[in-house]
């Protein structure tokens, strides 16, 4: 199966795996899996780290290596899935999900996020 993981996902799997539900693990340690980390994702936290919302800078320095460790697959933000994106329902009012969800919907792959906002939008949520 492949799944994209939403931030606070990646996050919490880094940092504090506890907060992720047994399916969650369950998705990010089976190596059968193909787990996929937008650059989003790798936006968002900078982001929230240079506006002090999250303290996350030793992550953010090695996510590179990091991901490589754990065989996820980086996965690139391409032109169609940023307008995408852009025209979609303001369900959701963060713009990082957003794009993950055009992503999701482009790729036909599921998105691993605690976030039952996401529901509204046409794609499959695991948690």
């Known amino acids: 199966m492949e799944v994209i993981v939403d931030t606070h996902a990646l996050v919490w799997a880094f940092n504090e795996p506890k907060r992720l539900s ?6 990010l340690t089976d190596t059968s899996n193909t787990i996929l980390v937008s650059a ?3 936006w968002e936290l900078s982001i929230k780290v240079n506006l002090g919302k999250l303290d996350a800078l030793p992550l953010l320095a090695g996510l590179t290596q990091r991901l490589q460790r754990e065989g996820f697959t980086e996965l690139p933000i391409s032109v169609a899935q ?3 994106a852009g025209l979609l329902p303001l369900h959701h009012r963060d713009p990082f ?3 993950l969800v055009a992503q999701a919907q482009d790729l036909g792959v599921a998105i691993l996020s605690a976030d039952s906002s996401l529901d509204r ?3 499959k949520r695991l948690w």
């Open 82 to 84: 940023a307008t995408r």
């Open 22 to 27: 047994k399916r969650a693990i369950s998705i």
């Open 40 to 42: 989003a994702v790798a």
């Open 97 to 99: 999900d957003r794009l």
């Open 121 to 123: 939008y046409d794609i």
